[in-house]
């Protein structure tokens, strides 16, 4: 089993940064991605951002990029999300997951997840 740990949410005004971690632990596949996903209630989880191999480049959602930086400790086995000039409609539950192979943006295709973090931006 891939045990998966989020931290780092809570609340923020509009402009500001937090930074996500996620750390993944157990049986993990190799190689794997890790995507960062989030979900407001009555809406579908939302792709946000993924990471690869070290020669992957990561990959974004429109409506975060430029703002966001997904980076990866490999020795760590853990990912971060920085999340910078926050907009209240970031607001929501930030999951992240892990899957084998390369990167996706379907949630469909990671199989292990975390508990999510929820992540505030106050107007």
């Known amino acids: 089993q891939v045990q998966v740990v989020e931290s780092g949410g809570g609340l923020v005004q509009a402009g500001g940064s937090l930074r996500l971690s996620c750390a993944a632990s157990g049986r993990t596949p190799s190689p794997y991605a890790m995507g960062w996903f989030r979900q407001t209630p009555g809406k579908d989880r939302e792709f946000v951002a993924t990471?690869?191999?070290?020669?992957?480049?990561?990959f974004y959602a429109g409506s975060v990029e430029g703002r966001f930086t997904i980076s990866r400790d490999y020795a760590k086995n853990t990912v971060y999300l920085q999340m910078n000039s926050l907009k209240p409609e970031d607001t929501a539950d930030y999951y992240c997951a892990v899957r084998g192979g390369g990167m996706a943006t379907r949630a469909s295709l990671y199989e292990y997840w975390g508990q999510g973090t929820q992540v505030t931006v106050s107007s």
């Open positions: 990471i690869g191999w070290p020669d992957d480049d990561p």
